[in-house]
């Protein structure tokens, strides 16, 4: 993955657990992080270990053991990747949270600006890192969906559901899966959760077309240009889409 035509540079940079060291992020860059949620019962105690007690309320609360476990994967994770962007240990990072929930850095915590996004399906998770741009990812396991065109008609607006039918059968539920993250990714960078209605703005989901965002309707006319998004897959059998706030 590499430079945009806006002068964007999205870098694929592999697995959170593995990395070490610093990374540095330059103003005009965004950084992709990906991995397992599944753990050794080891790893999950220590990762527990760097949570705060809201976090720990929070992973109390989920029904299900599994739940909890990738719940503690993801939260730990994302500490110990922005713990290293910031020179802090993993414990001491303190986050906010939007109206809507969307988390951030604390502005005393984070000289840089960075900020971030966080998401996960099945066994995987991934977190996309900015400076001072407003980013959301999303990740999708693929896989087939119970009335996936229903689903369809009533999430995504008409011009997706045109394109969507005019794809190929067998490439339909990966072109759904593409509609699917490229739509969140650009409802989380806002932020403001489904407060902006689904069928105001247009993706491309057509397998081998460029992810971009087409129209967003009621609101200004340049919204749509105000925004870059990238489509990546992390690992096989998953589909991942970023968007960031253009510079
Ligand atoms: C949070 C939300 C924005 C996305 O949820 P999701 O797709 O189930 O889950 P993801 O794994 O992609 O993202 C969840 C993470 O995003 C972050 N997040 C929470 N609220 C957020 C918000 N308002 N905006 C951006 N990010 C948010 C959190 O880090 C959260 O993970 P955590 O609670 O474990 O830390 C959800 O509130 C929502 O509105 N979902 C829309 C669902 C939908 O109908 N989508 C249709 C797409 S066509």
Request: hydrophobic share 45%; aromatic share 8%; charged share 20%.
């Amino acid at each position: 993955m590499g430079k945009q035509g806006d002068g964007t540079w999205m870098k694929q940079m592999g697995m959170i657990g593995a990395q070490r060291g610093a990374p540095t992020i330059a103003a005009g860059e965004i950084h992709l992080w990906f991995d397992a949620m599944e753990a050794p019962t080891a790893q999950i105690l220590t990762l527990r270990q760097t949570l705060p007690a809201d976090e720990l309320a929070r992973a109390k609360r989920f029904h299900f053991e599994r739940d909890r476990r990738r719940f503690i994967v993801a939260r730990g994770l994302l500490r110990q990747l922005l713990g290293s962007y910031l020179a802090l240990p993993p414990p001491e990072l303190r986050f906010t949270y939007s109206d809507h929930g969307k988390p951030a850095l604390l502005a005393a915590q984070n000289p840089h600006g960075l900020q971030f996004n966080l998401s996960h399906s099945g066994e995987m998770m991934c977190v996309g890192v900015t400076r001072g741009r407003a980013i959301g990812v999303d990740i999708e396991q693929v896989r087939p969906i119970d009335d996936m065109m229903g689903i369809a008609a009533s999430f995504f607006s008409p011009r997706e559901n045109e394109m969507l039918a005019a794809v190929p059968a067998d490439q339909r539920e990966l072109a759904f899966f593409y509609c699917w993250t490229r739509k969140e990714a650009y409802i989380k960078a806002q932020g403001q959760g489904l407060s902006i209605p689904l069928d105001s703005f247009d993706v491309t989901l057509v397998p081998g077309e460029e992810a971009r965002l087409l129209a967003v309707r009621n609101t200004q006319p340049d919204e749509a240009a105000r925004w870059t998004m990238q489509a990546f897959a992390p690992v096989t059998g998953y589909v991942a889409a970023a968007v960031v706030k253009q510079m």
